[in-house]
């Protein structure tokens, strides 16, 4: 069964298709802002949900066990996932959320099984406790960071700000997510966006030093390069078990707790040198530049004098002193009379 909605809706309400186990596919229209709490919960049978643009709130529980769903596609509209709004979608193997999505919150995703992979997009402020629990095939988190996701870290939030029921990026990290992945045995690695750093300061540079750079990181440890030039920090999880007080009978209970840890540093060895890298072709550049606009000035000032005696080099004294003074001595040949 495919129901047809109104182009008018705005809203559908709680509880609209709860547990109708007949339902197999869902559009809903442009005009529709907001998913209600338990919406299409318990819809069974549900296999395909198509989202449109405008789609801002999915609501609590709004597609909690829906064991057929196999994908989730946000809008890039939606700001907001409701708690438990995903849980129990067993079959859920692909979730793409949309740059804009601002909060997950509490167990949205909980019990994905068959999730292997999910990426937060960088202007996701809060995630909310649980989020993906048990989510047991869970191999990998992105987080694309973006440059505030990297303040996020430094910042001290007030107490009195924040929700118990939500921790910040810089908790995530320092923490080592325990509350957002706990229970996820099969977690293995968290890859973090360094596009602000890396990324958009190489796209910068010169077709032959991009093309040398990125060979370069292609060799590095613990970083990873994709198609569209992005360069993403790779930290190994690691999964420990640890007992916590509850308010059961039992007086305890085990949940698997990660913690992502640098080995022998090695991710932050290999942004260093390519930071280095970069650094030392944007110096070269630069000096090339330099070298031109003296040449220029030099023909803009002469009334008869041939234009290649015009050039004006800087010396190799003077490299040299730049060359010393950045530490990039020795580091990359040759350095001096390219």
Known sequence: MEVQFNERLQVIGDYAFEYCTALRSVTLPSTVTELGRRAFEGCTNLTEVRFSEGLRVIGDYAFASCTALRNVFLPRTATYLGRWAFHYCTNLTEVRLNEGLQAIDERAFASCRALRS????????????????????LLEVRFLNQQHFVHSLLDEEREDQRSPNHVSLNEIIHTGGNVVFCRC????????????????????????????????????PCLELMQDGNVFACFPVVSSVSEAEDDSDSGSEYEYGIAFQDTNIETSRSLYQVLRWIAFHELKESSILIELAMWKSRIDGAMRVLREDCRAPIPDPVKLSIMEYCGFVGFLEPVIGY
Not at 118 to 137: D, E, K, M, W
Not at 191 to 216: D, F, G, N, V, Y
């Open 118 to 137: 999910v990426t937060i997009p960088s202007t996701v402020t809060r995630l909310g406790q649980h989020a993906f629990v048990y989510c047991l095939n």
């Open 185 to 220: 045995p099969s977690l293995a690695t968290v890859k973090i966006s360094t596009s602000w750093a890396l990324s958009e300061r190489i796209q910068r540079l010169p077709r032959e030093c991009k093309l040398s750079l990125k060979e370069r990181i292609r060799d590095l």
